[in-house]
Structure formats: C-alpha cells, structure tokens
C-alpha cells in the first residue's frame, strides 16, 4: 500500500503544481493585459490570448494525472498492489510534469505580460507577439511528452 500511497501523492503533485504554476503565470499577465486594457480596449482579443496562454500547462498536468491513473488502473476499479520502487518510479515519471508545467507557466506569464507591453507600444506587433510566450509552450509540452513516455516505457506495475 505505501508504493500506491507514494505514486498517488505524485498524481496530485503533478496536477497540483501545474495548477499553481498556471494560475500564478495566468495572474501575471492579466495584471499587465489589464493595465493594456484599461487605456486601449480595442485590444482586448489580443490580451484574452496572451492571458490565457499559461493556462495550458494546467491541462497538461491533469492529462498527465489522468493518464497514470489510468495506467496504474485505478480508473479501472482496481488498485494495484504496488511495491516502495514501483511509487518511486511514478514519482520519478511525474518530475518533468511536476517541475516543467510548475516553472514554464510561470516564466510563459513573464513572457506573455512583456508580449503584452509590446502589443500596447506597438499595436503591429500583436501577431509576432505571440511568439515569444509560443516559444516557452515549447518545453511545456516537452515536459508532457517525457513524462509520457516514461510512464509508458519506464514504470514496471
């Protein structure tokens, strides 16, 4: 029971974490797409997507919950009897979700409120502006993908 108790912590982890990190980056850039808004409205598209962007890697974090659920079977109706190592390996699958979503949703609001300043002094550059928050999405869904492919190919249940 303590290797389930263990790779259950790391499911909530995992999500929970994505969830902080994408609230937190969503709260930076809507305190600097407000401040937009409040002096050119017209912009309020543009600043809805720059917004919104850190918000990705909170579902990334839950399809990462949900897929080892349902790998480990639990969605399933059946909970595993699992050893010490096997939650260690679940834990050690989950890191890139943990640590990834957490830190690149945040540094993506950095981008996104910078994105933001950008559009505000130079309304042209709205459509280049997204390449810059665009660009950290990148190691968001990296973190997704390995932490995939270590459940898959890694994890021994």
Known sequence: MLGL?????SVGLAAGMAFS???????IAGRVTAGVLSEKP???GIMLILQSLPGTQGFYGL???FLTLV???IL???APDMSIAQGLQVFAALTPIMLGQYFSAIWQGEASAASALMVAKEESTAGRSLIIPAL???YA??????SIILLLFAVQI
């Open 5 to 9: 108790s263990i790779a259950l912590i």
């Open 21 to 27: 990190g994408s609230a937190t980056g969503v709260g």
């Open 42 to 44: 017209h912009l309020f």
């Open 63 to 65: 399809v990462a919950a």
């Open 71 to 73: 790998r480990l079977g």
């Open 76 to 78: 399933g109706g059946t």
């Open 136 to 138: 950290v999405e990148t």
């Open 141 to 146: 869904v990296l973190a997704l993908l390995t």
